[in-house]
């Protein structure tokens, strides 16, 4: 079992930067698709980007602001974002999932384990 907790959120002004992290404290990260996902009350929990060896993906709606990485030696996942807007208000997951081959799921139903998630809200 993946137990991943998430940190970095907060408060900030539109146009400043974030960065959060996903520590996992009992398997690796390297060998799984690693995601974040956001989740604003009454919608469905929305991609943010995937990564797995290096591998990296991105929603549209963030793209260019937002960069995935992860420290395998830390076994932590990273999400530095900047040029924040008041639309990316939201609580933040990431996410495991099993490689199945190919690029990463971008669906939640495809990931097996989530973090409690770190609320970030842009005003």
């Known amino acids: 079992h993946v137990q991943l907790v998430e940190s970095g959120g907060g408060s900030v002004e539109a146009g400043g930067s974030l960065r959060l992290s996903c520590v996992s404290s009992?398997?690796?990260?390297?060998?799984?698709?690693m995601g974040w996902f956001r989740q604003v009350p009454g919608k469905e929990r929305e991609w943010v980007a995937t990564i797995r060896r290096g591998a990296t993906q991105y929603a549209d709606s963030m793209k260019g602001r937002i960069t995935i990485s992860q420290d395998n030696a830390k076994n932590t996942l990273y999400l530095q974002m900047a040029s924040l807007k008041p639309e990316d208000t939201a609580r933040y997951y990431c996410a495991a999932g099993s490689w199945r081959g190919g690029l990463c799921f971008i669906q939640a139903n495809g990931y097996d384990y989530w973090g409690q998630g770190t609320q970030v809200t842009v005003s």
């Open positions: 009992t398997y690796s990260i390297s060998t799984y698709c």
